[in-house]
């Protein structure tokens, strides 16, 4: 007897502990923003368990703890987190001003749960993958640079920014992960819904979910530490050459949104002209500094008169050994020896033409 009243105590027990954290979002066809929006929630301590609902019944989504891209409401005391309401306009820079985002993108659901739960996403995702506890500096560094360089394009994508109103690009596309994620969902022809729907949703997730991963392990493996390289360049730019214009790597690195952002922080803006690396043995690299880190632009090209040239007429023309050859654009050149590379970089600075 007092088995069986275990037993039901228990079954009763399990019924009444059996209410899982819910993510609510909406059924039918799904977007990228709403499959990234539940997977970073899924990252997290208090909703890696939570089973997502999708529905578009509004008694349903009440019951849920949190929702996304579905409800008309965006609340996040009450964590609510849909944008298709006319009256949302918030981007992360009205939302958070302090971050400084160079894109003014109406959010997502997926900008939205960046800018809500995003650093602590990345703090465990980074204590998860690297088994480290990542610097203030660095997580706020590789917050702003994974909504630049990825959720921005998610949030204008879903949202319909057109990409240019005048010269300037409004956002970059960098991964079109939209259209990727897309052919998860069922063809016209297939049933509505198909009885694996679920199924395609989840695939969806775990495929997003590991190219968001993908890019915040490399911004914070690779794309972080190059800054106290470019930092040494910049601190040591005056024993390059008098100018400091002209910058030496330690070790080629990612390193042109680094300069621009010290050079800033330094009252810096535009000294620097050059950046001379070494690429392999025998090749020593002199590029050109860009008026902005995707412009094809720079603050000074390299001679006009070596430009498309190579190797022995290369030698001739600029009178410096080793040189082995100069874009057709002036953008980057070389030469065998770190000598000859700063010869080059330093005829390129005094000569008159652009």
Known sequence: ???????????????????????????????????????????????????????????????????????????????????????????????????????????????????????????????QKLGQEPNAECLRAVYLKVYDGFISEIDAIDNGVPMFEGGEPKYNITTNLSARMHTFNPTWNEPSPPPESMERFEQAKAYVGREFEDKVLYYAKSWWPARDLVSRALADRSTVHESGAILELGQFCPWKEHLYLLEKELNLVGKAKYVLYFNKEHDWRIICVPNQPQSFVCRKFLKKSWRGVRDEELEKVSGIAGATFCHQTGFIGGNRTRDGALRMAIASLEALED
């Not at 088995?3 to 502990?17: G, H, I, L, M, V």
């Not at 209410?19 to 539940?38: M, P, Q, S, W």
């Not at 949302?88 to 809500?116: C, K, M, Q």
């Open 1 to 127: 007897m007092a088995n069986n009243n275990e037993q039901a105590k228990r079954f009763k027990d399990d019924q009444q502990t059996d209410v899982r954290i819910k993510i609510g979002t909406h059924d039918g066809i799904f977007h990228c923003d709403e499959v990234l929006a539940c997977y970073m929630l899924q990252q997290l301590p208090q909703y890696s368990t939570a089973q997502i609902v999708r529905t578009r019944d509004q008694k349903l989504l009440d019951t849920c703890d949190i929702v996304v891209d579905v409800g008309a409401v965006y609340d996040h005391e009450h964590h609510r987190y849909d944008h298709h309401q006319a009256s949302f306009n918030d981007t992360l820079n009205s939302l958070r001003p302090e971050v400084g985002s160079r894109w003014d993108i109406r959010l997502s659901s997926a900008g939205l749960v960046y800018t809500h739960f995003g650093e602590e996403v990345l703090r465990m995702l980074l204590q």
